[in-house]
């Protein structure tokens, strides 16, 4: 049997490694992982999208986002054709945002929002080694996020905040945790719920997702 190629999008400025944990069978799944490419001066979410489809080398492939990774995927469902678009910890249109996102764009808030700091999450962690709490989770962060590149952060918060989809793709299958702070799910519909799931349930929720995420890619 030719297994199903299922390629990873990982979220806004993380690398693959998020996927660390999750397996899906090897005699029915093909993994493959997506990356972050730094965004041409202006980019557009839909032409940055049509770059990122150039990775993809197999016909009617899965594609999983998580969170703006999914914003990403849906995008480049626009340009090929899929199996299926499985979004995980994100939002199939803006009316979905929550109030602040909505708020942000009102004021333009992306256009000062301090991404600078997130270049220097090693320097951060210098001055946390009284806060365990906070030195494990910026540990985190270097881990995971690796994307600290300035120009891809202010690119990035501006186009998820100013993104357009107005309608959800009923095609789209949508995985929520119900305790995602990011993303909180009162203002979603027509999702799959995680119970205790935060936002980063892709990380700490890989037992639910390997279980099932066979069942939804197989399901109608």
Request: hydrophobic residues 45%.
């Amino acid at each position: 049997m030719e297994k199903i190629p299922v390629y990873f999008m990982p979220g806004l400025a993380a690398s693959p490694v998020i996927f660390e944990n999750i397996k899906l069978p090897e005699d029915k799944f093909e993994m493959f992982f997506l990356e972050w490419k730094l965004p041409e001066e202006n980019e557009t979410l839909q032409h940055y999208a049509s770059r990122i489809v150039k990775d993809i080398k197999h016909e009617n492939p899965v594609l999983v986002g998580v969170s703006f990774g999914g914003v990403l995927v849906q995008e480049m469902t626009e340009l090929i054709a899929v199996r299926k678009t499985i979004i995980i910890s994100s939002v199939k249109c803006n009316a979905e945002f929550p109030r602040r996102m909505k708020f942000a764009k009102l004021v333009q808030a992306y256009r000062v929002f301090p991404t600078a700091l997130m270049e220097k999450v090693d320097w951060l962690a210098k001055f946390a080694n009284g806060n365990n709490v906070i030195a494990k989770r910026l540990k985190l962060y270097e881990k995971y996020l690796s994307v600290r590149d300035k120009k891809y952060l202010d690119w990035a918060f501006k186009t998820i905040i100013l993104w357009e989809r107005t309608e959800a793709n009923p095609k789209v299958v949508h995985i929520h945790g119900d305790n995602d702070g990011v993303f909180p799910p009162q203002y979603l519909k027509d999702y799959i719920t995680v119970k205790g799931g935060t936002h980063i349930m892709i990380i700490n929720k890989a037992k639910w997702l390997n279980e099932n995420l066979p069942k939804i890619i197989l399901g109608d």
